[in-house]
């Protein structure tokens, strides 16, 4: 196989999203070969595991239109435009949880479908949690979150994840990390 990476000859927006754009890139790939590629262009990511401590995670239930169902996840979210990632994941901490880490740790990267997506997804261990305004406080920003917080064990995440109850792929390789 050549070491040689792809060289971008054209580029064409076809959708532009408030969460994601859409392109058709015409490249020269590797082996010689020029092919349109879809490409969904979507900003860096950060995926929480918040820990109460060594032994409880704070998940969120969300509803998700895409797949019509509520379900059970880590908390994520994107970055703002020149954004650190590790105020990234203290700030999504803060407005999906309502607890302020006291501790940000970078912990795994991952490209979760990188056949058509850009998206590199950042998971950080956020512990030393502490409430950040109130009981039950939290700052949802985005009009299309409906969220419920619960704090589980670890062992029950993992018996949900050997049960199916979780679905969500990010959430399945987050705690597996923990």
Same mark, same amino acid.
């Given at each position: 196989m050549?070491?040689t990476?792809?060289?971008?000859?054209?580029?064409?927006?076809?959708?532009?999203?408030?969460v994601?754009?859409?392109v058709?890139?015409?490249?020269?790939m590797p082996?010689? @070969? /020029?092919?349109?590629?879809d490409?969904?262009? =979507? #900003?860096?990511? !950060?995926?929480?595991?918040?820990?109460?401590?060594?032994?409880r995670?704070?998940?969120?239930?969300?509803?998700?239109y895409?797949?019509?169902?509520?379900?059970w996840?880590?908390?994520?979210?994107?970055?703002?435009?020149?954004?650190a990632?590790?105020?990234a994941?203290? @700030? /999504?901490c803060?407005e999906?949880?309502?607890f =302020? #880490?006291?501790? !940000?740790e970078r912990?795994?990267?991952?490209y979760?479908?990188?056949?058509?997506?850009d998206?590199?997804?950042?998971?950080?261990?956020l512990?030393e949690?502490?409430?950040?305004?109130?009981?039950?406080?939290?700052?949802?920003?985005?009009?299309?979150?409906?969220?419920?917080?619960?704090?589980?064990?670890?062992?029950?995440?993992?018996?949900?994840?050997?049960?199916?109850?979780?679905?969500?792929?990010?959430?399945?390789?987050?705690?597996?990390?923990i």
């Open positions: 050549p070491d990476l792809g060289i971008l000859k054209s580029t064409r927006t076809v959708y532009r999203g408030r994601f754009d859409v058709v890139d015409r490249v020269l082996h010689g @070969r /020029e092919v349109d590629q490409v969904v262009r =979507h #900003p860096r990511s !950060v995926v929480l595991l918040p820990m109460k401590d060594a032994d995670v704070v998940m969120v239930r969300q509803y998700r895409p797949i019509d169902r509520w379900i996840e880590l908390p994520a979210g994107s970055l703002d435009p020149d954004e990632p590790e105020h994941a203290a @700030r /999504e803060r999906e949880t309502g =302020h #880490p006291g501790r !940000v912990v795994a990267t991952f979760p479908t990188p056949g058509y997506c998206e590199l997804m950042m998971f950080f261990r512990s949690l502490e409430d950040a305004v109130g009981s039950g406080f939290r700052d949802v920003k985005d009009e299309d979150e409906a969220l419920t917080v619960r704090v589980f064990s670890v062992r029950e995440v993992r018996a949900m994840l050997q049960r199916g109850e979780i679905q969500d792929m990010k959430t399945a390789v987050g705690l597996w990390l």
